[in-house]
Protein backbone atom coordinates (compact mmCIF):
# COMPACT_ATOMS: atom_id res chain seq x y z
CA UNK A 1 0.00 0.00 0.00
CA UNK A 2 1.09 3.36 -1.03
CA UNK A 3 1.43 5.50 1.81
CA UNK A 4 2.72 8.81 -0.21
CA UNK A 5 0.02 11.36 -1.30
CA UNK A 6 -0.01 11.69 -4.92
CA UNK A 7 1.95 14.69 -6.08
CA UNK A 8 -0.07 17.00 -8.76
CA UNK A 9 1.45 17.90 -11.64
CA UNK A 10 2.77 21.45 -11.82
CA UNK A 11 0.96 23.92 -14.08
CA UNK A 12 3.64 25.47 -16.53
CA UNK A 13 2.41 29.03 -17.00
CA UNK A 14 4.44 30.29 -20.00
CA UNK A 15 5.53 34.07 -19.11
CA UNK A 16 4.35 35.51 -22.74
CA UNK A 17 1.56 33.43 -24.23
CA UNK A 18 1.84 35.23 -27.47
CA UNK A 19 5.30 34.18 -28.18
CA UNK A 20 5.16 30.33 -27.62
CA UNK A 21 8.51 28.92 -29.59
CA UNK A 22 7.18 26.72 -33.02
CA UNK A 23 10.16 24.97 -34.01
CA UNK A 24 10.74 24.51 -38.09
CA UNK A 25 10.39 21.22 -39.59
CA UNK A 26 13.92 19.89 -40.03
CA UNK A 27 16.02 16.56 -39.01
CA UNK A 28 18.04 18.10 -35.90
CA UNK A 29 15.78 18.33 -32.53
CA UNK A 30 17.80 21.85 -31.68
CA UNK A 31 17.29 24.52 -34.56
CA UNK A 32 19.99 24.22 -36.92
CA UNK A 33 20.12 28.24 -37.50
CA UNK A 34 21.99 28.50 -34.32
CA UNK A 35 24.90 27.53 -36.26
CA UNK A 36 23.58 28.33 -40.14
CA UNK A 37 22.52 31.99 -39.08
CA UNK A 38 25.71 32.33 -36.71
CA UNK A 39 23.85 32.73 -33.53
CA UNK A 40 26.27 30.86 -31.34
CA UNK A 41 28.98 33.30 -32.83
CA UNK A 42 26.91 36.14 -30.60
CA UNK A 43 26.93 33.76 -27.38
CA UNK A 44 29.59 33.15 -25.15
CA UNK A 45 30.21 29.70 -23.57
CA UNK A 46 27.80 29.84 -20.68
CA UNK A 47 25.05 30.98 -22.52
CA UNK A 48 25.52 28.54 -24.93
CA UNK A 49 25.14 26.03 -22.45
CA UNK A 50 22.46 27.44 -20.57
CA UNK A 51 20.57 27.50 -23.67
CA UNK A 52 21.10 24.01 -24.87
CA UNK A 53 20.05 22.61 -20.94
CA UNK A 54 16.77 24.95 -21.31
CA UNK A 55 16.12 23.34 -24.54
CA UNK A 56 17.09 19.68 -23.24
CA UNK A 57 14.81 20.29 -19.98
CA UNK A 58 12.24 22.82 -21.78
CA UNK A 59 8.68 20.79 -22.56
CA UNK A 60 7.44 21.33 -26.30
CA UNK A 61 6.55 24.56 -25.69
CA UNK A 62 9.39 25.39 -24.66
CA UNK A 63 9.28 26.29 -20.82
CA UNK A 64 11.25 24.49 -17.85
CA UNK A 65 11.45 25.90 -14.48
CA UNK A 66 14.91 24.42 -12.62
CA UNK A 67 16.11 26.39 -9.91
CA UNK A 68 19.46 28.20 -10.26
CA UNK A 69 21.00 26.43 -8.22
CA UNK A 70 20.50 23.15 -9.59
CA UNK A 71 21.31 24.65 -13.13
CA UNK A 72 24.50 25.91 -11.50
CA UNK A 73 25.47 22.21 -10.64
CA UNK A 74 24.60 20.71 -14.17
CA UNK A 75 26.62 23.33 -15.86
CA UNK A 76 29.32 23.90 -13.59
CA UNK A 77 28.17 27.45 -13.24
CA UNK A 78 28.13 29.94 -10.02
CA UNK A 79 25.23 32.23 -9.80
CA UNK A 80 27.01 35.14 -10.92
CA UNK A 81 27.69 33.18 -14.16
CA UNK A 82 24.59 31.75 -14.15
CA UNK A 83 22.87 34.62 -13.76
CA UNK A 84 25.16 36.41 -16.68
CA UNK A 85 24.30 33.90 -19.14
CA UNK A 86 20.49 34.12 -18.50
CA UNK A 87 20.44 37.82 -19.25
CA UNK A 88 22.36 37.51 -21.96
CA UNK A 89 20.14 35.41 -23.64
CA UNK A 90 16.80 37.41 -22.09
CA UNK A 91 18.89 40.48 -23.77
CA UNK A 92 19.43 38.43 -27.38
CA UNK A 93 15.77 37.58 -27.45
CA UNK A 94 16.50 33.71 -27.43
CA UNK A 95 14.38 33.29 -23.75
CA UNK A 96 11.84 35.47 -21.42
CA UNK A 97 12.93 35.09 -17.83
CA UNK A 98 10.22 35.44 -15.03
CA UNK A 99 11.49 33.57 -11.75
CA UNK A 100 11.19 30.32 -11.92
CA UNK A 101 10.05 30.05 -15.68
CA UNK A 102 12.18 29.54 -18.41
CA UNK A 103 10.45 30.18 -21.74
CA UNK A 104 12.67 29.72 -24.80
CA UNK A 105 11.88 31.73 -27.88
CA UNK A 106 11.63 31.16 -31.54
CA UNK A 107 15.44 32.16 -32.76
CA UNK A 108 15.76 35.87 -33.41
CA UNK A 109 16.57 37.22 -37.33
CA UNK A 110 19.79 36.23 -38.35
CA UNK A 111 22.68 38.17 -35.98
CA UNK A 112 25.17 38.22 -39.23
CA UNK A 113 22.31 39.20 -41.73
CA UNK A 114 22.53 42.40 -39.53
CA UNK A 115 26.57 42.83 -39.90
CA UNK A 116 26.21 42.46 -43.18
CA UNK A 117 23.39 45.02 -44.17
CA UNK A 118 24.38 47.73 -46.84
CA UNK A 119 23.43 51.17 -46.16
CA UNK A 120 19.71 50.26 -47.44
CA UNK A 121 19.12 48.46 -44.65
CA UNK A 122 18.75 45.06 -47.18
CA UNK A 123 20.73 42.81 -46.19
CA UNK A 124 23.43 41.90 -48.86
CA UNK A 125 24.26 38.57 -51.00
CA UNK A 126 22.17 36.36 -52.66
CA UNK A 127 18.93 35.79 -51.47
CA UNK A 128 19.40 38.15 -48.82
CA UNK A 129 20.50 35.56 -46.31
CA UNK A 130 23.79 34.67 -44.84
CA UNK A 131 26.04 31.66 -46.45
CA UNK A 132 24.99 28.06 -45.65
CA UNK A 133 27.77 25.52 -44.70
CA UNK A 134 28.89 23.59 -47.21
CA UNK A 135 31.44 20.57 -47.49
CA UNK A 136 34.08 23.26 -49.10
CA UNK A 137 33.32 25.30 -46.39
CA UNK A 138 32.94 23.04 -43.33
CA UNK A 139 35.51 23.62 -40.09
CA UNK A 140 36.14 19.96 -41.11
CA UNK A 141 36.26 20.09 -44.92
CA UNK A 142 40.07 18.14 -45.03
CA UNK A 143 38.10 15.14 -43.18
CA UNK A 144 39.98 15.65 -39.88
CA UNK A 145 38.19 15.33 -36.80
CA UNK A 146 38.14 17.76 -34.42
CA UNK A 147 36.31 19.06 -30.72
CA UNK A 148 32.55 20.36 -31.47
CA UNK A 149 33.97 23.67 -29.79
CA UNK A 150 37.08 24.10 -32.24
CA UNK A 151 34.31 23.73 -34.87
CA UNK A 152 32.49 26.58 -33.86
CA UNK A 153 35.12 28.51 -32.83
CA UNK A 154 36.71 28.17 -36.17
CA UNK A 155 33.25 28.72 -38.17
CA UNK A 156 32.81 31.46 -35.92
CA UNK A 157 35.85 33.21 -36.45
CA UNK A 158 36.00 36.65 -38.30
CA UNK A 159 35.60 35.41 -41.96
CA UNK A 160 33.98 31.85 -41.47
CA UNK A 161 35.38 28.86 -41.25
CA UNK A 162 39.19 28.55 -42.27
Known sequence: MNHFPLRQPTTKLPVDPNRIRHMPAQFA???R???YDRHLCELTHAQM???LFLHCVGDAAGLSYYADERIGQ??????SALREARHGLVQRQFVLYRRPMYQLLDL???????RSANPSGEPSGPGNSPPRPSPRNSPC???EAIAIGEAIHRWCAPGGPQ
Not at 74 to 79: A, G, Q, T
Not at 108 to 113: D, F, G, I, L, W
Open 141 to 143: ANG
Open 29 to 31: PVD
Open 74 to 79: FLHLNE
Open 33 to 35: RLV
Open 108 to 114: PPSASSF
Open 49 to 51: ALY
